[in-house]
């Protein structure tokens, strides 16, 4: 199972959305280079407040570009990176993916999915109402979050829009994701 790259974005400010890149520069076990969320310790506000000495799962932010449509139909305009992630991608279940996926990007990018990402009233802000579109509940009840996966960078490398992912499952039981 493959997919493609639509978009790179990042930001050197904390903002919410992230401007489109022509290409991002993945640094390994750091992230996008000068994106603010780079680093080995957190640098998502609330997660600093809480304890900033914490590994950052969250180096780089993914998101489907299916998301966008989804959303459309209820009456959302979603565009890259406006969700602040750093790469959306066209083609692979993303939510779908275990704990440990591997992706392989651009000229020699290799993430490590580590967790679902856990949306906030900053999506609300944006658009009033869009969060209920990306956080709900499945028929039994269940917490489904949609607004895409955290990863982190385990080797370096350039990505650009139109770069094909490949994806390596973890070996053994999978671990379903989680928000990190």
Partial sequence: MSGR???VSSNGE??????????VRLLAGLGVEGDVHAGVTVKHR???????????????????????????????KVTPGELGENVTTRGIDLLGLPVGTLLYMGD????????????????????????????GRDEAG??????????????????????????????????PLDRV
Avoid: W
């Avoid at 904390?14 to 290409?23: A, E, H, I, L």
């Fill in 108 to 135: 020699s990018a290799v993430l490590e999915v580590t967790g679902l990402r856990n949306p906030c009233l900053q999506i609300d802000n944006f658009q009033d109402g869009l969060l209920k579109q990306v956080v």
């Fill in 5 to 7: 790259v639509t978009t």
């Fill in 14 to 23: 904390y903002s919410f959305t992230k401007p489109n890149r022509d290409s």
């Fill in 46 to 76: 609330s997660r600093v407040a809480q304890d900033p000495t914490r590994p950052n799962l969250r180096q780089v932010h993914l998101i489907h570009e299916e998301l966008f449509a989804e959303v459309g139909e209820e009456g959302f």
């Fill in 142 to 175: 269940n917490i489904v979050r949609k607004a895409g996966i955290m990863s982190i960078v385990r080797e370096g490398g350039v990505v650009r829009p139109g770069d094909t992912i490949e994806m390596e499952l973890p070996s053994g039981p999978h671990r």
